[in-house]
């Protein structure tokens, strides 16, 4: 996905009326698009555009979808660590603080990983969208103490009404912890790849 002033996602619970809205999307505005399946059984559409394209596009997508759109946003000036977090940039390494904010929806966490990045210095980390959690979202913020918390305040606050799932900050984030969530986020993965403990037996 190229660099685009703005981007905008829409979830929908029908994979028939998320192909319709894409499809209704492209055709009204000229939107770079990016769109598919998700668990469980959602279907995202992704664009990138110029802003008054992607709100073009925005708009013939809901009027496409019917009551069948589960949640929305629209960054007009996305964050390019967001972009990055989308493409699957991760940062892992040292900080002070490691913050989380998990959410209900897709949506709703881009919105929160645009605030917090834009309206705290600290560093965002990974975003992890739907599949494997159930449809739900979740970021990792990282930095002092004092930057977490602001993000996590700032992002959980644009979280949208009735998505947000639990949110935290962990200080001095033990080192076995640390590396286990740098080394994968998934659970297979990580007791496949072993570790310094025998908690798997």
């Known amino acids: ?8 996602l829409l979830e929908f619970g029908s994979v028939t009326a998320g192909i319709v809205a894409g499809d209704a999307m492209v055709k009204r505005a000229p939107v770079a698009l990016h769109s598919g399946t998700v668990q469980p059984g959602h279907y995202l559409v992704l664009i990138a555009g110029e802003v ?8 013939a997508g809901t ?3 019917g009551d069948v759109l589960l949640d929305l946003v629209l960054l ?12 699957g940039a991760r940062l892992p390494g040292p900080a ?14 881009l ?10 210095a600290a560093d965002l980390l990974e975003v992890h969208l739907a599949d494997g959690l159930g449809g739900r979202g979740y970021l990792l913020f990282g930095g002092t103490v004092s ?11 644009r979280a949208h009404e009735g998505t ?3 949110r935290a900050v962990i200080s001095r984030l033990h080192d076995e912890m640390r590396a286990d969530l740098d080394a994968h986020p998934r659970f297979g993965p990580s007791v496949g790849r072993g570790g310094g403990g025998d908690a798997a037996g």
């Open 96 to 109: 002070e603080a490691l913050g989380i904010i998990e959410t209900q929806t897709v949506a709703s966490i």
């Open 76 to 87: 007009s000036d996305v964050h390019p660590d967001v972009v990055a977090a989308l493409r």
């Open 52 to 59: 008054g394209d992607v709100e073009e596009a925005v708009d």
């Open 63 to 65: 009027t496409a979808s």
């Open 1 to 8: 996905m190229a660099r685009h002033p703005a981007i905008a």
């Open 147 to 157: 930057d977490v918390e602001a993000a996590v305040d700032i992002g959980s606050a």
């Open 164 to 166: 947000l799932v639990r």
């Open 111 to 120: 919105e929160a990983a645009d605030a917090g990045v834009k309206g705290a």
